[in-house]
């Protein structure tokens, strides 16, 4: 059966490679997708990605997917910090959430020290450049076949 992993890139990560690349890197966000396509993923994987600058976007987005996807991966990027709203609609959301971000968002600004996302998410990975996307596509693979065999299981 087809499993759907959806990663979201808030505001800002669109400019990934020209944006402060001493703290993001030099990758572009289409880059950065292209290495997670030529992961070697199970072949009953399917990653969709989705970027914007809005909030209200982030959340239609993260709403039309309920019941279609199996775990999102989300960078929501400042959003991350204050938005009540991202958080809510993470919230309702039954699959696994996974929080990326490319830096080490502890060891920056203080303002960048809360996350709202972290609130609603399973887990996060920080600080890892790029390679973050990467261990959390892992990560919801993972996290995909344990919850497929403890349903097998219980059928
Ligand atoms: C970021 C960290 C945020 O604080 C910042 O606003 C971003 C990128 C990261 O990936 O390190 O836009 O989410």
Known sequence: MLARVLVINGPNLNM??????DVYGR???AEIQQEIEEMSLPDDIEIEFFQSNHEGALID???ESCGLVDAIIINAGALSHY???LHDALKAVKVPVIEVHLSNIY???SFRHQSLV???ATG?????GSLGYKMAVSAACELISRRRN???KNN
């Open 16 to 21: 990934l490679g020209r944006r402060e690349p």
């Open 27 to 29: 990758q572009s966000l």
């Open 61 to 63: 987005k993260i709403q």
């Open 83 to 85: 938005s009540i709203a």
């Open 107 to 109: 060891a920056r600004e």
């Open 118 to 120: 972290s609130l609603a």
């Open 124 to 128: 996060g990975i920080f600080g890892f």
């Open 150 to 152: 403890v349903q097998e």
